[in-house]
């Protein structure tokens, strides 16, 4: 089967930093995407990685080693606003998005 | 702006009360996609359109249905939605090429069900 973990819930104090680890297994590797949800919204997307290594956009960066299934999500500054969920999502060797449930970020001051 | 538009925000239904979801896009993309997203739960893929092909997932219900009559809308039926049913649903849009998913998504506010 496949298969996307994330830790549930993480905390963080307004601006630190925080890593969100996502692994995977899946059928075939296409790329990873990074998705921010705030409670009661929608997704929207943050980053793309299909290729090893660090893509930095602006206070978020995101990894990927696809020989370890394994990607974060690496959020500067932290700022109250990140209190979200943050969803990893990998596309398989069939080009369909696996969706993984979500990390649920609490930032405290 | 160019956005993806979902009506209503809130539907309240009965217990066995058929309902429509909506979705209109200006992004002018050729897949559109539903979502149904429960609590704390990853985005579960009920069905998409790769331009006029309808792509059914094979868990989902019978008891949901799609339409897309056009390029800009998409429709959600639920014909005997049961309390299992409530839940946020999601459309997304995206432009990818033979049905390939390796772009982003972009997607509406979200329709939250409820069933009385």
């Known amino acids: 089967g496949q298969n996307i973990d994330q830790p549930t819930e993480m905390t963080a104090t307004e601006g630190a930093i925080v890593q969100i680890n996502c692994t995977y297994q899946t059928s075939g590797f296409n790329g990873l995407f990074w998705y921010q949800q705030h409670a009661g919204e929608a997704p929207t997307f943050l980053s793309y990685n299909v290729l090893d290594g660090l893509e930095e956009k602006g206070r978020f960066s995101s990894f990927l080693s696809r020989s370890k299934g394994y990607s974060y999500l690496l959020l500067k500054e932290l700022q109250m606003k990140d209190s979200a969920s943050y969803l990893c999502?990998?596309?398989?060797?069939?080009?369909?998005?696996?969706w993984g449930a979500g990390t649920k970020l609490i930032i405290k001051p | 702006d160019a956005m993806v538009i979902q009506n209503p925000r809130y539907q309240v239904t009965q217990f066995g009360k058929p309902v429509t979801l909506s979705c209109s896009q200006t992004l002018n993309h050729n897949v559109m996609y539903w979502y149904q997203q429960k609590s704390s739960q990853a985005p579960k893929l009920l069905f998409h359109?790769?331009?006029?092909?309808?792509?059914n997932e094979a868990d989902t219900p019978d008891n949901f249905q799609s339409r897309r009559p056009n390029t800009s809308f998409c429709f959600l039926d639920i014909r005997s939605p049961g309390l299992g049913d409530a839940a946020m649903y999601l459309c997304?849009?995206?432009?990818?090429?033979?049905?390939?998913?390796?772009?982003?998504?972009?997607f509406g506010p979200g329709t939250r069900l409820t069933v009385l």
């Open positions: 359109y790769y331009d006029k092909d309808f792509n």
């Open positions: 999502a990998v596309v398989d060797s069939n080009y369909q998005l696996i």
């Open positions: 997304a849009t995206s432009r990818d090429l033979e049905g390939r998913s390796y772009n982003e998504q972009f």
